[in-house]
């Protein structure tokens, strides 16, 4: 069974711009969050989807937004780019609906801000 | 809100010795989840405990939930070169779905 798939893996981006990054969940599974990872924050969480429905947002500027398609797919859009946002984004899926459920990451895509 | 703080962030030992990382809430939390990444990988799934008390055991890894539901600790026995990487626990937020992550305890092995 296919893993979770995050395109791109790598790109850069100049401050100003936006960015849209798409994630594949694992088949079957229909709840997809996001997360930002860097070297001074760790992993924080940025949002959750469940059946094209936001469930949970993290602490995170309202540049930053997601949204999720009816085949449980997703994407993940910042706009006006700043140099911090330079980060790894990982995107995980989970197979149910409730709160205790595994998550898989993807490879995640790595984000350049220059 | 919720803190999930790791301790020690960093580990160096001899292959062979163990090694202990311990993860702390700042509230109650419904479960724990341990998780593994390798140098320039992704977080991989290695656990969860969910009733208090709990241990669990894979192979040279050993996972402890607190009485209280607030620590947890992986302890691994004789550490092998393979064990390098960083180990994250993550509590369930207050509001559910989302989960809160330690800094993590980055672990090097050398031979």
């Known amino acids: 069974k296919a893993g979770v798939t995050q395109t791109p893996r790598y790109l850069i981006k100049t401050r100003g711009q936006q960015v849209t990054l798409s994630c594949s969940p694992i088949s079957g599974h229909r709840s997809v969050s996001w997360y930002q990872q860097t070297p001074g924050q760790g992993l924080q969480f940025l949002f959750e989807?469940?059946?094209?429905?936001?469930?949970n947002k993290g602490n995170f500027p309202g540049r930053f937004s997601g949204r999720q398609f009816s085949n449980s797919r997703s994407e993940m859009n910042v706009s006006t780019l700043e140099l911090g946002d330079s980060a790894l984004y990982l995107c995980?899926?989970?197979?149910?609906?409730?709160?205790?459920?595994?998550?898989?990451f993807g490879e995640g895509s790595w984000l350049t801000v220059v | 809100g919720q803190q999930v703080m790791q301790i020690p962030q960093y580990q160096h030992v001899q292959e062979g010795e163990d090694f202990t990382t311990y993860c702390n809430s700042s509230?109650?939390?419904?479960?724990i989840q341990w998780y593994k990444q390798r140098p320039g990988g992704h977080p991989v799934f290695l656990i969860q405990?969910?009733?208090?008390?709990e241990v669990k055991k894979q192979k040279r890894l050993t996972f402890q939930f607190g009485e209280a539901k607030k620590n947890s600790s992986l302890h691994i026995t004789a550490t092998q070169t393979t064990d390098v990487g960083t180990y994250f626990c993550a509590g369930d937020s207050n509001s559910g779905y989302a989960l809160n992550f330690g800094k993590g305890t980055s672990l090097l092995v050398t031979p």
């Open positions: 405990l969910v009733k208090s008390g």
């Open positions: 995980a899926s989970s197979g149910g609906s409730g709160q205790r459920n595994t998550i898989y």
């Open positions: 989807y469940f059946s094209e429905t936001q469930r």
């Open positions: 509230t109650t939390l419904s479960n």
